[in-house]
């Protein structure tokens, strides 16, 4: 039974987050689970100034935040070079931003020096085979520089794992983030993606509950992330009993749960990643 101390946040985009795509649906790097299918629900901006118009309007609008993603090149990294002193005045307008940037090189940390108050959804993977198979890149060393450029630039930065495509992978990643000293991460479950090589891979319910205690247990901060397949009826309420108190679009049937268990529900239009 949770009490009256226990809180659950709920983190949803929806109307009061804006989520863009820097490359429209265009995706080079076409990695296995997703081919660029995930790109296609967010809005398409074409340059710099479009970012600002658009996100100037909204927030004049009401609009809290935005999500600015894209598809990768060939060397997993999304153009957001010539974005970056846009997003610097996102931030400062008052905007809360996350990015995903893909991976990150050294002659780019000036450039993220600048960014302090942003946030940075960074996906890490340690199995050269899944990292070679799957994303279609060379090893596990690019997540670790990606990590350090991100770090040394003063970042908000919020790992991204993925349960489902390898138990190597999940732990070695783990493994690094203990490494680096990092608290704050997002926990995603692979979702079978039609028209990907994935379509038919289901993740099991229990891997994914495993996870959040591997996690809790080695001392993270983890939020339930969006990513993750709907069809599991007590995924939720078995990783709140697991201990995670954030999770992503949270179901009304779990809210009802919860709240019947003595815990009081909070829902927020905003990305999961976000700490506070």
Known sequence: MGNLK???VSRSPGKGFLTVSVTGKKCDLMCSHCSGKHLAGMTPISGPDELLKIAEESFYSGTKGILISGGCDKNGKVP???YLPAIRK???LGLRVNIHPGLITEDELPLFSNLKKTYLSIDVHQDPE???????LSDPDIYAKTLDVA??????VIPHL?????EKDFFESVKLLKEKEIKDVVLL???????TEFEHRITAEDEIVGAVKTLIGTGFNVTLGCMRGRRMRNLERRCIEAGIRKIANLSQETEC????????????????????
């Open 80 to 82: 957001l070079r010539h």
């Open 162 to 166: 993925t349960v489902g495509l390898s």
């Open 257 to 276: 749960w919860a709240k019947s268990e003595g815990y009081e529900v909070l829902r927020e239009n905003m990305c999961c990643c976000f700490s506070e």
């Open 90 to 92: 996102l931030s400062d």
């Open 130 to 136: 899944v990292i070679r198979k799957v994303f279609h």
């Open 6 to 8: 226990d809180t659950l």
């Open 151 to 156: 770090l040394s630039a003063g970042c908000n």
């Open 189 to 195: 479950g692979l979702v079978p993606t039609e028209g």
